[in-house]
């Protein structure tokens, strides 16, 4: 599994954007790595009016340049607030490569459209922010857009409880058997976690039980205690549930694929988890070059 190498922080200025600023302390990040602090101010840009090849006729024109200017300062203050968001990673992060960016477009759009121009591994957003310039960021419609649409991994952010220094870190997984929930494993086991931290699974169907043995030893050699835990609950339910009485930190979900390319989450398991946990969640799609290995290693590849 690629390590994380490309973060996308999405930022809008909001207690609940520095939240999740201050969660990825608990990511297992590593110390070196490139983030670009994204913020999108809910607005459109209009085409530029004066250009060399500019058809419209002038009155059009006049029209065109007041809405132009809003939206350019939109863009502007938006800017502004991405730099504050940058300025906090580089402080809490000096290992990084931390810039800022910021975009006109709606939230979701806006965020999911420069991930894919960054070729960003994971894409960060914190949970009931408002937008200062304009725009509702999360959680909502754009989080479970981002969740949908992104070609990448999403964390939705909460922040743990805040301490002076390092500590554990608790994990909660759920797996249901599947290569993506297998891939989770690999994911968690290329990160660096705090000395002391646990994952704890949780498997809704009993059968899947003698599976889990194969994949906990990747997490354990990485230096983190792991348990199981088999709930009767539907797997929405048995997630939250646990990681609210175990007192997670995250809750680490996979993705399905479709037709190898795109991806989309499995059922509503992901949506509802990310919707009402309280503790942040992370939702692992494989990279493009995770799947097309995993193919070439398949006993049905034809080379």
Not at 45 to 73: K, N, T, W, Y
Not at 120 to 145: A, N, Y
Request: proline share 5%; with cysteine; aromatic share 6%.
């Amino acid at each position: 599994m690629k390590q994380i190498s490309k973060l996308l922080i999405a930022y809008d200025g909001s207690p609940c954007s520095d939240a999740a600023l201050y969660d990825l302390r608990y990511a297992g990040l590593p110390a070196t790595l490139e983030a670009v602090v994204v913020t999108v101010a809910f607005v459109f840009l209009p085409p530029e009016v004066g250009a060399p090849d500019d058809l419209l006729s002038p009155s059009l024109a006049e029209m065109i340049r007041p809405a132009q200017a809003h939206a350019e300062e939109a863009v502007r203050q938006a800017l502004e607030i991405a730099e504050r968001g940058a300025q906090r990673a580089r402080s809490d992060f000096p290992g990084w490569t931390v810039r800022s960016e910021a975009d006109g477009d709606s939230p979701a759009w806006g965020v999911i459209k420069l991930a894919d121009r960054f070729a960003v591994d994971l894409i960060v957003l914190g949970s009931h922010g408002h937008s200062s310039v304009g725009g509702r960021l999360i959680l909502g419609s754009v989080s479970q857009r981002v969740l949908y649409e992104a070609q990448c991994s999403v964390r939705v952010a909460r922040c743990s409880a805040q301490t002076d220094g390092p500590r554990p870190v608790r994990i909660v997984i759920g797996f249901d058997g599947s290569e993506s929930a297998k891939a989770l494993f690999d994911v968690i086991a290329s990160r660096v976690w705090p000395e002391g931290s646990e994952v704890r699974v949780i498997v809704t169907d009993n059968s899947l039980m003698p599976a889990i043995g194969s994949v906990v030893a990747k997490v354990r050699s990485a230096g983190l205690s792991i348990s199981e835990v088999y709930s009767d609950s539907d797997p929405a339910t048995a997630l939250l549930k646990e990681a609210e009485e175990w007192r997670a930190d995250s809750i680490f979900l996979g993705a399905s694929d479709v037709h190898g390319i795109q991806h989309i989450l499995r059922g509503s398991v992901s949506s509802a988890v990310a919707a009402n946990a309280r503790c942040s969640v992370e939702v692992v799609r494989r990279s493009r070059e995770d799947l097309e290995n995993n193919l070439l290693r398949s006993p049905m590849h034809v080379g």
